[in-house]
């Protein structure tokens, strides 16, 4: 996990540390949230690479080497497309 974002360094922790039944539970509950809060993130760039493209007349080309993909991929993820399949938070 070298390549761990910072936002997410906070949860490194919870793969350090003696094995215990609060780290399991811990773990649980981040692994619970985590689907409602991908679709939360996607939303939001969505909405971030729009404003940033309508307001500021950024292109997609621009903003791809920032977001580290195509300017095809920045195309799609303005529409709202995803590369993975979205699962229900009601599967969990």
């Not at 997410?8 to 003696?18: D, I, K």
């Not at 309508?54 to 590369?83: N, Q």
């Amino acid at each position: 996990m070298a390549d761990t974002p910072e936002p997410l360094q906070a949860l490194r922790a919870l793969t350090e540390g003696p094995e215990t039944i609060e780290q399991a539970a811990q773990l649980t509950a981040v692994l619970k949230a985590l689907p409602d809060l991908q679709k939360e993130l996607r939303e939001r760039r969505q909405h971030v690479v729009r404003t940033l493209h309508e307001r500021d007349g950024m292109s997609y080309t621009d903003m791809a080497p920032t977001l580290g993909v195509k300017p095809e991929r920045v195309s799609g993820i303005a529409r709202g497309h995803s590369r993975t399949p979205r699962k229900k938070s009601s599967d969990q």
